[in-house]
């Protein structure tokens, strides 16, 4: 099982879902969190825009998206058998992953 997950809250009955489902049917859990990035035409040249944009990789790593997981499953809950955070498309970075373990399910939040 793969679950899009993000921090702003979105994903998270997409992961209440797949944790409940992983649990009862002994299934492997791994979440992936992408983060998308500008292409670099779009930040050469403007270097505050640049260091903002990697504060955000920094800030969204897999200890962030680590604490919301323990947030949202609670601290006793057994979570994931992996995190992952990836620079790139998001729909892409699912795919590729879900092709890598084999999953027959993929969970996704609502997005704009």
């Known amino acids: 099982m793969i679950v899009g997950l993000d921090v702003d809250g979105r994903s998270d009955d997409a992961l ?66 992996r995190v992952e955070v990836v620079v790139g498309n998001a729909a892409r970075a699912l795919i590729k992953r879900a092709e890598e373990t084999g999953a027959d399910w993929v969970f996704l939040g609502p997005h704009e």
Do not use: C, W
């Open 16 to 81: 209440r879902a797949a944790a409940a489902l992983s649990e009862r049917f002994g299934a492997n859990l791994h979440l992936v969190h992408a983060l998308e990035i500008p292409p670099i035409e779009d930040v050469a040249g403007k270097p505050a825009e640049l260091a903002e944009m990697y504060a955000k990789l920094e800030a969204q790593g897999g200890t962030r998206v680590a604490d919301h997981v323990r947030k949202v499953l609670g601290a006793d809950t057994p979570h994931a058998d």
